[in-house]
């Protein structure tokens, strides 16, 4: 009789052990719930670009867009030496990444861009115009970046968003 009782504790016991993980696992998640990532941007809804339907829209590569134009002084001109640096410091994936000028008026005669679609100023761009937006290669809005914000941080969240949808675009 011993023995049997003694074979339950132990089958008891393991069993036990086995959970524990399992159970301390749980009690972690549940009183300390995980604080999910953290964009530095300001994530967007999922839902297409307001210039992605034009038919010289670069498909198939990740663009960064702003609205541009001659009214257009030095903020704009910030903005556009920004994202030609976070378009560059990309390294390898910069040829994944393109740079689009949605243009309101005429084009300033001073800037380099590669490409320069014409845009509606009454077309609503959802976060609005004082910054530039990151949209996937299949035309859909994914993050707005404010016009004065970090370059650097910039930089590491666009290639972390490169890197983690390598197989797209």
Not at 44 to 66: D, K
Not at 104 to 133: C, I, M, N, T, W
Request: proline share 8%.
């Amino acid at each position: 009789m011993k023995s049997m009782n003694r074979g339950r504790a132990m089958l008891l016991g393991m069993g036990l052990l086995c959970l524990a993980p399992v159970l301390a696992a749980w009690l972690a998640f549940v009183l300390l719930p995980p604080a999910g990532g953290a964009s530095y941007g300001q994530l967007l809804p999922t839902q297409p670009f307001a210039g992605a339907e034009h038919p010289q829209w670069p498909r198939g590569q990740w663009v960064l867009a702003a609205t541009l134009g001659s009214d257009c002084r030095d903020r704009c001109r910030q903005r556009w030496l920004a994202m030609k640096q976070i378009e560059k410091a990309q390294g390898e994936a910069a040829g994944r990444l393109t740079r689009v000028a949605l243009l309101v008026s005429a084009r300033p005669k001073d800037l380099d861009v590669p490409h320069a679609l014409p845009h509606a100023p009454e077309r609503v761009l959802l976060a609005g115009r004082q910054g530039f937006y990151l949209v996937d290669p299949l035309g859909n809005q994914v993050l707005f970046y404010r016009d004065g914000a970090d370059p650097r941080r910039i930089i590491d969240e666009v290639a972390k968003v490169l890197k983690v949808n390598n197989g797209l675009g």
